[in-house]
């Protein structure tokens, strides 16, 4: 552009646009924001975006936005707004490397038009204020809040509405985001923030519903920092809070209870006398005629969890809560009238939108699987007031035991009654599964009873009293297995769950055997709610019982396969999770020819006959995949068919994606897919998968090489974990191994906690492989862990992952992994500690002990935590022992026996110090 080499001979102030420049700008705008094809718009986003820094193109943006807003062409109109959010990010990106002339420019020309008459202009320029002060010096805070003070107190009679609204919602964006330190100069008594915090009290009572919902959430985005202006004015802000609770608006009594709740949740100690009042306006919130207004009520009652004052000042209202909760867990009438629409619905084919879309599960996913009742995980979850409202029951019932069944029992049992419509009866046993573990105690004597009352329910000609009867069951599958209570204090055991059973083989049997036959029953129901609600009871039933269920497994196993056979699309998934279940956790069980026909045959001839292209290919790659890791070398029979389809399959992918075929471009999923599942054949039939590797000259190991570098990060994810399976039972095939493994160490980021995890995970099974030749690459791996161990980013599996690759390390190299020792050698034993009691746990330990010695100096100041790990090692194999035995004693020497008693034994827990004494003959 022409301007951009003129040479500047005048100020800032005397600047003057170039006509033609503000056209050439004008068009890329255009061409930017309404293509005529993808490439002109590409061509026009570059040319703006090469523009972004330079000075004079901000002042073109001010001028375009500032002039063409007051245009009454709607098309110049959206150049100006267009403009002015270019300027906005400008500001957000480049503020502070701004000239003071420039700063000044855009203040002086945009933030006047706060009050310009459209409301898309008004909300630009507040963006770009809150910009400004998000980015500025902390001076330049006090001079914009007090000309928005300014435009308030004007008051809102009907000419000052758009000056009103213009500064109103630049201070609700303004403090969404303001830090403690951004208040500083404003939050003195002098200051201006005493001014703003009244003006915005004095229009929560406006009379434009508008400004008063603008107000409060300004007014709200100010109480986790809590200013001082705030504290000050704490009476007031909570006594306005409850007045508005009870205003005619459900926005102003929806944000206001929002207020509430944030201030109980955070700063309860400046509000205590006024608790009994605002949990008396939440009871009649959550009773509120606006549905949003008793959702977010009822958000109150987790925030006082977090305080035991509360919770002990909640028993005297939970007479009145529980009625409350348990009506709000009743269906809403439009949703009975739909239920009762479909009371049969058989035959009714599956549309799409009943059909979830399948997001494919990673080799080890199960582990960290937490649906919620409906079976769907969290982020996929409509929070509704009738969830909220389970969920804290099943809180409550933790916290008040007894004290909540109490209030709860008797309501449910006037609710049970048959008589009842079906709503009422359903609503009753949905609370009854909330409180189910809470209450455990309490109900246990009861349970003989309810199991039967919930087995006849399942037989209800309500559909939806039979879907939430099966879950209602598998909320007592622990006392089903096992049958007797166990208190779970101390364990992740459920709490359903014993140890030791003190009931009898034949009463277990008995409420197992009915409820199983109930649940198998259910996978023929002729309606597909139902359908879903039996699969996924057994499927949560399969998970509990183990070998448990081996007598039963003929039965369970005719019902699935016929299920998979007949069941629609929306029910299938569920039924494929009931096989992976299965395969899982009982793969030696399966391992006989009948089983094998009756379950693996039919699975593997659907994957065949599914086309590489469709989706529903993926959930079958899945039970595919349980089935092998199960089933270990009774998956053999099947490698083949499976094995040599994803190679297939993989090399058609990627050959196509190479050449830029949109037909594979969009099959990422498939090829992660094939890439797990080769993974799992591997771990399961582990040597013999050396004739796999080999095939076609490697053929699978080149097109992994490229999948280690693929632009999509879960391909490359699954690719780390296959080479990490390869390294474990095919090293000898591995190929190109150094850049193997400086790939693997690239991926050592933030960029992804699930690709990162594989690569460490990899880097230690080739350093178990390798030995000594890791060296080039062990202080590098172990810089990188460090901040993954000490927990500064990463998921637990992770951190968990890089503390066993870097004790691996210390076996073969332990001079790379002691030189910052200190520094995370604390939460690397609390990390091991946890740890499964494997081969890898093993093995980091040895690296452990190895690292201590090469340092033994950086150890001392954490060598109770040392101690503390090795004891958690229940029995420890032989050799792990007496290097355990050596290192204590050795550094009891090196220290001598007051520093070893005043800096290791005095500080350590009294457990740790007996099983020193008692395992290691030290004290």
């Known amino acids: 552009l022409n301007y951009i080499t003129h040479k500047k001979t005048m100020e800032q102030e005397q600047w003057k646009p170039l006509e033609s420049d503000v056209i050439q700008i004008l068009h890329m705008l255009q061409a930017a924001r309404e293509p005529p094809n993808p490439e002109a718009s590409q061509r026009a986003l570059d040319e703006l975006g090469a523009l972004q820094r330079r000075p004079e193109f901000n002042q073109y943006l ?67 204020i809150a910009e400004i002060i998000f980015a500025t010096d902390l001076d330049e805070i006090p001079q914009i809040m007090r000309f928005l003070a300014e435009l308030l107190s004007k008051g809102d009679d009907a000419t000052n509405i758009t000056d009103v609204d213009g500064a109103l919602s630049a201070i609700e964006e303004i403090t969404r985001d303001l830090n403690v330190k951004k208040l500083d100069p404003i939050d003195k008594p002098t200051g201006d923030l005493p001014l703003i915090i009244n003006q915005l009290f004095r229009f929560c009572t406006s009379k434009h519903e508008h400004f008063q919902v603008l107000a409060l959430n300004a007014l709200s985005d100010l109480i986790p920092p809590f200013p001082n202006a705030l504290v000050d004015q704490i009476d007031n802000y909570v006594k306005l809070l409850l007045f508005l609770s009870k205003h005619p608006s459900p926005r102003v009594r929806r944000t206001s209870s929002l207020s509430l709740i944030l201030i109980t949740d955070l700063h309860l100690d400046h509000i205590t006398d006024y608790i009994r009042e605002i949990i008396d306006v939440h009871i009649q919130l959550c009773q509120d005629s606006d549905p949003e207004v008793a959702l977010k009520a009822t958000e109150f009652w987790r925030a006082v969890e977090n305080s035991r004052a509360c919770k002990e000042l909640l028993v005297g209202y939970l007479g009145k809560l529980v009625p409350v909760l348990l009506k709000n867990i009743i269906y809403t009438a439009d949703e009975i009238r739909e239920y009762e629409s479909n009371m049969q619905d058989i035959q009714t084919p599956d549309r799409d939108q009943d ?217 299938r998934i569920i039924v494929y999770d009931c096989m992976e279940v299965l395969g899982q956790n009982l793969g030696n069980e399966l391992n006989t020819p009948d089983y094998l026909n009756a379950l693996v045959v039919p699975v593997l001839q659907r ?136 790939t693997l160490i690239k991926n050592v980021c933030y960029e992804s906690d699930e690709a990162c995890n594989d690569a460490i995970w990899a880097l230690g099974e080739i350093t178990m492989k390798l030995g000594t030749e890791m060296e080039p690459y062990a202080q590098t791996m172990v810089r990188e862990m460090i901040p993954i161990v000490k927990g500064l980013y990463g998921s637990e599996r992770m951190v968990e992952n890089a503390a066993i690759t870097i004790g691996r390390i210390g076996i073969w190299i332990p001079a790379a992994a002691s030189a910052n020792l200190a ?92 099983d020193l004494q008692n395992k290691y003959q030290i004290n």
């Open 823 to 914: 520094e995370y050698l604390s939460p690397w034993c609390k990390t091991l500690r946890v740890a499964t009691a494997d081969r890898e746990k093993i093995e980091a330990y040895q690296g452990l002990c190895n690292i201590i010695a090469h340092n033994p100096e950086a150890a001392v100041s954490n060598f109770t935590w040392v101690c503390d790990a090795i004891t958690h090692f229940e029995e420890p194999p032989t050799e792990l022992y007496q290097l355990f035995y050596r290192l204590l004693h050795s550094m009891k020497e090196k220290l001598g026996q007051e520093t070893w008693y005043n800096k290791v034994i005095y500080p350590c827990p009294k457990k740790v110090v007996e």
């Open 62 to 128: 001010v001028y375009i936005f500032t002039t063409l807003c007051d245009s009454t062409d709607p098309t110049q109109q959206q150049l100006s707004t267009y403009a002015g959010l270019l300027l906005k990010n400008n500001v957000k990106r480049y503020y502070l490397n701004m000239s003071q002339d420039l700063r000044n420019f855009i203040k002086r020309h945009v933030v006047f038009k706060i009050t310009h008459p459209q409301t898309l202009t008004r909300r630009t320029v507040g963006g770009i």
């Open 355 to 571: 059909v979830t879309p399948y997001i494919s599960k990673g080799r080890q996913d199960e582990e960290e699987d937490e649906d919620d009742e409906d079976g769907k995980e969290d982020d996929e979850i409509e929070y509704t007031l009738r969830k909220v409202s389970c969920v804290v029951l099943d809180h409550f019932s933790d916290d008040y035991g007894r004290l909540l069944w109490d209030h709860v029992q008797p309501l449910m049992q006037q609710m049970i009654v048959p008589t009842n419509p079906w709503y009422i009866q359903e609503a009753a046993i949905l609370a009854l599964g909330c409180v189910a573990e809470g209450c455990a105690v309490e109900i246990e004597a009861e349970l003989p009873g309810i199991i039967l009352y919930l087995i006849n329910a399942t037989n209800s000609q309500f559909p939806y009293v039979r879907v939430i009867s099966y879950w209602c069951l598998t909320r007592f599958a622990g006392w089903l297995i096992y049958g007797h209570y166990q208190d779970n204090t101390e364990t992740d055991e459920s709490v359903f769950e014993q140890r030791d059973a003190t009931v009898s083989i034949e009463v277990k049997d008995k409420y197992l055997r009915q409820v199983l036959a109930v649940v198998l029953k259910g996978l023929e129901d002729q309606h597909k709610k139902v359908q879903e609600s039996a699969s996924s009871a057994l499927a949560n039933i399969l998970e509990v019982a183990h070998k448990r269920l081996v007598p039963y497994l003929p039965n369970v196993i005719t019902a699935i396969m016929k299920a998979f056979h007949s069941a629609q699309a929306s029910c």
């Open 607 to 742: 994957w065949q006959s599914v086309k590489d292209d469709d989706d529903a290919l993926l959930p079958l790659f899945d039970v595919l995949k349980r089935f092998a890791m199960g089933l270990g070398t009774g998956f053999v029979p099947f490698v083949e068919p499976v094995f040599f389809r994803c190679l297939n399959m993989m090399q058609n992918i990627i050959t196509g994606e190479e050449q830029d075929n949109q037909e594979f471009l969009s099959m990422t999923r498939q090829l992660v897919a094939c890439l797990d599942i080769t993974a799992s054949i591997f771990d399961a039939i582990h040597e013999l998968a050396v004739k796999l590797v080999q095939y076609e000259n490697k053929k699978l190991l080149n097109l992994v090489y490229k999948c280690m570098l693929h632009e999509v990060i879960e391909v490359r994810q699954a690719s780390f974990g296959l080479i990490g399976e390869t390294a474990r039972y095919c090293f000898p095939e591995l190929v190109n191994v150094k850049g193997v493994i400086e």
